[in-house]
């Protein structure tokens, strides 16, 4: 109950969100976020977690949740297209993951919503990012996010009808 509660308020808050034109991340951590994100990525297993946190580009999505680009060689392919992206917040002092994924550089939150699946599927919130070689679209979800890596939004028309 209280994820499904949770997933209406985060839906309500974007939806109610002005459109956010596409935007490239390139704003640094801020200081306050360095050391939780250093834990976190220590945590899972990353070597040089304080060395990945002050390579790490910070986007505001809403005021408790941030998309981060950990732009290292170490957490990007060769090209320095596809990084390390995460979806995460603040919670209890530690920073918190909502999913970890590899994306471009360029992000865009969209408020005006597709139907997930087809015409009987459920409208979402998005944030797409881009990059040169696919895009990865990101929706909230009563469960968590649903994480899509596609050429094009085109590309994803839902699971097929028989």
Known sequence: MRKIV????LAFVFLSAP????EEIVQSLPDNLKKPLAAFLSATGWQNGEKLAGS???????DQ???LR?????TCDSEGD???????????GGFVSEAVF???GEVKAANNSFALGGADGPSLFFVRFFGKKQSVIAMPAPTGWIVIP???IDDFKGPKKN
């Not at 950990?70 to 170490?74: F, K, Q, R, T």
């Open 150 to 152: 596609t050429g094009t």
């Open 70 to 74: 950990v732009a290292d060689p170490s």
């Open 102 to 104: 590899y994306a471009g």
């Open 19 to 22: 459109l956010r034109a596409q």
């Open 56 to 62: 790490t580009k910070y986007w505001l999505l809403t």
């Open 82 to 92: 596809l990084c390390l992206t995460i979806i995460g917040g603040m919670r209890n």
């Open 65 to 67: 949740i941030f998309l």
């Open 6 to 9: 949770r997933s209406l308020i």
